[in-house]
């Protein structure tokens, strides 16, 4: 995603083939091969997972050179930034419904089924018969009582140290943004290294705490209904983190080979708004599982 030349407006470039797109295919198919034999506990190991990794830098970096280098080059017009528009409104709306449908399950499992298995209503035979004595409180890690007793973790500790961190993060991208369209290089670079560095605190403050989880409270994804939800609800944040951070080192290090103009820059603009849904999902996260 580069930053159409201004003056390119009259005609649609369209590159030559490329294998990158299946490439990349295998090298993230590897990955989830490799990440779903680990928590199956199959004897796979973790080669895939490398492999598959290393596979998708490799290209991935490639490819967006290209595409950075085509921008640069004067190829893109008006319709090819359109469609670079449309495509990131695209993505982040599919993005939307991936967190949505696991707040979806969380809801599904925390106020249907457990008061269901609790006997509220109509299901009173349903606890009786399946799981006398049982109450539906949450967090709770099912009837089966699944990996045994565990903490949570307070909302107004690292939870909220991070909230903070994301927030500011916002902040520091949008003055970034400012700055750029005011021509202000200096800055606008100055408060990216900003935003990297945050992004890269969160991740390392969101690490401690599964270390703190797995170690000291007994909560692991093996904890019943509450950390299923808890780590696929914050791992997949984390992983989106990850990304969004590496996003802002790329566009930091453009940046600071003079890529992107005041009145052209929406691979900066890109990677900005995908920072911006990364906070407003993990306002979410924290309201609804630290906090609620």
């Known amino acids: 995603m580069g930053s159409p030349a201004a003056h390119n407006t009259d005609r649609y470039y369209v590159p030559t083939p490329s294998a990158w797109p299946f490439?990349?295919?295998?090298?993230?198919?590897?990955v989830v091969i490799g990440?779903?034999?680990?928590?199956?506990n199959s004897n796979i190991g973790p080669?895939?997972?490398?492999?598959?990794?290393?596979?998708?830098?490799?290209?991935?970096f490639r490819w967006f050179q290209g595409i950075a280098r085509e921008s640069e080059g004067g190829l893109y017009g008006a319709q090819?930034?359109?469609?670079y528009r449309w495509a990131m409104c695209w993505f982040?709306?599919?993005e939307v419904m991936f967190f949505a449908a696991f707040f979806g399950a969380l809801y599904y499992a925390r106020l249907l089924s457990l008061p269901w298995l609790g006997g509220e209503g109509t299901k009173l035979a349903t606890n009786i018969t399946l799981w006398p004595g049982f109450e539906a409180t949450w967090p709770s890690n099912g009837p089966a009582g699944l990996g045994g007793e565990f903490q949570t973790i307070p909302a107004f500790d690292v939870p909220l140290v991070n909230t903070l961190i994301l927030l500011t993060s916002g902040f520091t991208i949008t003055m970034a943004h400012h700055a750029l369209k005011e021509a202000k290089r200096m800055p606008c670079i100055a408060w990216m290294w900003a935003t990297v560095a945050l992004g890269a605190?969160?991740?390392f403050f969101q690490a401690e705490e599964y270390i703190h989880a797995y170690n000291d409270l007994n909560l692991t994804m093996g904890s019943g209904i509450y950390g299923s939800t808890f780590f696929m609800l914050t791992g997949f944040h984390g992983m989106h983190v990850t990304l969004g951070t590496l996003m802002l080192l790329v566009i930091t290090l453009r940046l600071m080979k003079g890529h992107f103009k005041p009145?052209?820059?929406?691979?900066?603009?890109?990677?900005?708004?995908?920072?911006h849904f990364v906070d407003v999902v993990w306002i979410g996260l924290f309201i609804v599982v630290y906090w609620l």
């Open 80 to 83: 090819v930034d359109r469609t």
């Open 47 to 60: 080669l895939p997972i490398w492999l598959g990794a290393a596979l998708s830098i490799y290209i991935i």
């Open 201 to 203: 605190l969160f991740l």
């Open 23 to 30: 490439a990349l295919t295998v090298g993230l198919v590897a």
């Open 92 to 94: 982040i709306f599919s």
């Open 263 to 275: 009145e052209s820059h929406f691979g900066f603009e890109g990677v900005a708004w995908y920072w």
């Open 35 to 40: 990440v779903s034999g680990y928590l199956e």
